[in-house]
């Protein structure tokens, strides 16, 4: 997959974020990633569907954006004790 997703731009945790916060932006991450993996896929005429091959693909992209900020984690960590 190419290009910035959207979440990533907007939706980057920040050191006083908790992890409520981190799910919550996990959740925007997957979704704009599993839109933009449906966009490609009818771009190149393939089905228009997420199939079961796709889940971790989508899930490490999410995954990747969000909790790999180890600054935010630990405050994250921190606050919930």
Do not use: Q, Y
């Amino acid at each position: 997959m190419e290009g910035v997703l959207w979440c990533s731009l907007w939706h980057k945790p920040s050191a006083g974020d908790d992890s409520s916060e981190h799910n919550a932006t996990f959740k925007s991450c997957f979704m704009d990633a599993e839109e933009k993996l449906l966009t490609m896929k009818n771009d190149r005429g393939l089905a228009w569907k997420i199939g079961s091959t796709d889940i971790i693909p989508l899930v490490n992209i999410a995954f990747t954006l969000v909790f790999t900020n180890i600054e935010s984690n630990r405050h994250a960590i921190s606050d919930r004790g």
